[in-house]
């Protein structure tokens, strides 16, 4: 197992701090053992990229990793040498030294204020805790209307969780303070919830908009009709028009997904008519009589020859 924090998140060892938690979260969600029962190099891996980023997200413990004070784990290194200890003159000629202690390694900062000041009052290093990753289904009216519900933990506890109206399909909820427990009195991380939305029977989200195919009869569909459709929000009267083809679009405004700004997207409702299941030899008669009455071409404008 590498011992490199950089090479495990695969990050440059100049990456910030963006960087750094960016392919954390990405690696996380890859091999999270909530997302992986029973994979045990799975949970290793989770661990160790864990490590990893509790190292290189603090600042301090990363400065003092590169300079070659602690291993990845946060174990004191054997001291280096330097060019210092090695210089053969001592005192104020000697062409290393500095009278003003710290201060060539800049002129207003200590480099080891940052350091000590991590520390609290009874010398215990405080730190976050690290964030947790979660991944949950739910109801695709849930999604689009909000809901309250709840993910089941590692150790079999239940956190509640607050969807909220108009969330996408593979969205991330942030949840704050959910993570693991700071150390030394350092706050706690956050929990992160990936949601998956299920599909719908027949809904579908296009972006805030829904849409819908809605069948009707032939009757509804010629002579017009005021049918019972459903929204997200419950069912609503639709007004069919007569004479209207299958494929016919309608748009009932403001039934679509709730967005930021407080107001809805659309429903397109696409009428789709639906003859009888068991057939009617009196509508199969009409039907002859009234095609040898009226010849059409509805696939005249594709150019198919009748």
Do not use: C
Request: glycine share 10%.
């Amino acid at each position: 197992m590498s011992r490199d924090p950089y090479y495990i998140l695969g990050v440059k060892r100049d990456a910030t701090q963006k960087d750094i938690q960016s392919a954390f979260r990405k690696l996380a969600k890859k091999h999270h053992p909530d997302l992986n029962p029973g994979d045990g190099p799975a949970e290793e891996r989770f661990k160790e990229i864990s490590t990893a980023y509790e190292l290189l997200s603090d600042e301090q413990k990363r400065a003092r990793f590169d300079r070659g004070e602690i291993d990845m784990s946060g174990a004191e290194q054997a001291p280096r040498n330097y060019y210092r200890d090695y210089a053969s003159a001592s005192g104020p000629g000697d062409p290393y030294h500095n009278s003003a202690g710290f201060a060539d390694f800049g002129e207003t900062e200590d480099p080891f204020s940052a350091f000590f000041s991590r520390r609290t009052h009874d010398g215990q290093f405080r730190s976050k805790g690290q964030d947790r990753y979660f991944s949950m289904e739910v109801d695709f009216l849930d999604a689009v209307n909000g809901a309250k519900t709840q993910v089941r933990l590692p150790d079999g506890t239940a956190l509640d969780v607050q969807i909220p109206a108009g969330t996408r399909d593979g969205q991330t909820l942030r949840l704050s303070s959910k993570g693991e427990p700071g150390f030394g009195g350092g706050p706690p991380g956050d929990g992160f919830v990936e949601v998956h939305v299920r599909p719908h029977r027949f809904f579908e989200r296009d972006g805030n908009d829904i849409r819908l195919d809605l069948p009707i009869s032939l009757s509804e569909a010629v002579l017009g009709a005021k049918i019972r459709a459903p929204t997200p929000t419950g069912p609503v009267t639709l007004t069919v028009p007569s004479h209207s083809n299958s494929g016919k679009i309608l748009r009932l405004k403001g039934k679509g997904v709730p967005t930021r700004g407080g107001g809805r997207g659309d429903l397109f409702v696409t009428l789709k008519i639906v003859l009888p299941d068991n057939p009617d030899p009196r509508l199969t008669a009409f039907m002859k009589e009234w095609s040898e009455a009226n010849r059409q071409d509805p696939r005249k404008s594709m150019g198919m020859a009748p």
